[in-house]
């Protein structure tokens, strides 16, 4: 049976029918797994770092209550894997990871746990009002797969089974373009995303070719990340133009000497869950906020 880790606020009660939750999910990187946000994030007095992150945001009124929740973002029968096996199906899983997502760990999520969004209310008033309900971020990989999976950008594949040749000389090329996931999701965060997360011009079209807005996307990276700034640039990069009015905030922030860690992940996490269930609004005007730290 697969595994995901959940995140309670102080005083959840599941027998309190009065009292309902909003959801984040954070996806891991490459090497990590459902795990990595907690484990590897490591503690501080005996605590996960992550969850005193929340705790402290919460108990200062900076956010309300929500359910975290930390998948296995490999969507194959070798989950267990994390080996970077560019023919393996652990591998291809990532690029795949919405189908799950969809049809087995938000419904398992939000009829196990007591969330104000239903997957099961299909009408027109509540998918509008469930995707306001739910939001989205991961680290490196992660942040790829919020990309290219939410917001609707390329899948890859070894390039054994595309015949071509990988841009990164990793093994993987880009195949077809993801349906997207804007019906569900009405916040998305990319952390140091990806070398394969596709670019800002092909996001924004599958952005703007939704029914829904984007209420925020938000996108951070260290300058001297080696690993994923690269892919950010190209990332947020045109975006914004191809998008028009279906996002609303575009945040793009830049760590001054910040690496492929925690300090930037951790800073991702805290800035993001202050700013998701709150912009609403698919009348605003889109806003670009730039800002180095």
């Known amino acids: 049976m697969k595994k995901c880790n959940v995140y309670l606020p102080a005083g959840y009660d599941p027998k309190d029918s009065t009292v309902r939750y909003n959801v984040l999910y954070l996806l891991h990187g490459v090497g990590g797994d459902q795990d990595e946000w907690l484990s590897s994030n490591g503690k501080a007095d005996g605590r996960f770092i992550i ?85 989205i971020a991961g680290l490196s990989m992660g942040g790829m797969q919020a990309l290219n999976l939410i917001l609707g950008g390329y899948r890859h594949d070894s390039t054994r089974i595309t015949g071509t040749k990988s841009p990164w000389n990793n093994g993987l090329d880009k195949t077809v373009l993801a349906p997207g996931m804007i019906h569900l999701f009405a916040y998305v965060g990319a952390f140091s995303n990806a070398p394969s997360s596709s670019d800002g011009k092909t996001l924004g079209v599958s952005l703007a070719s939704c029914v829904h807005n984007l209420h925020l996307l938000y996108t951070t990276c260290g300058d001297a990340d080696g690993v994923a700034n690269g892919g950010y640039i190209k990332s947020i990069d045109g975006l914004i133009h191809q ?32 700013l998701i269930f709150r912009n609403c609004d698919d009348h605003v005007r889109s806003n670009v906020v730039r800002k180095t730290f």
């Open 243 to 274: 998008s028009g009015n279906y996002l609303n905030h575009f945040y793009q922030i830049l760590i001054k000497d910040g690496c492929h860690d925690f300090h930037v992940w951790n800073n991702g996490a805290y800035n993001f869950s202050r």
């Open 51 to 135: 969850c005193n992150i929340f705790d402290n945001l919460i108990v200062n009124g900076d956010i309300e209550p929500l359910i975290v929740v930390f998948p296995n973002g490999r969507s194959a029968y070798d989950w267990t894997d994390s080996s970077f096996n560019s023919e393996g199906t652990n591998m291809l899983g990532f690029y795949y990871f919405d189908y799950e997502l969809r049809y087995d760990l938000i419904p398992f999520i939000e009829s196990n746990y007591k969330t104000y969004a239903d997957i099961t209310e299909t009408s027109h008033e509540g998918i509008i009002y469930n995707r306001t309900r739910r939001a």
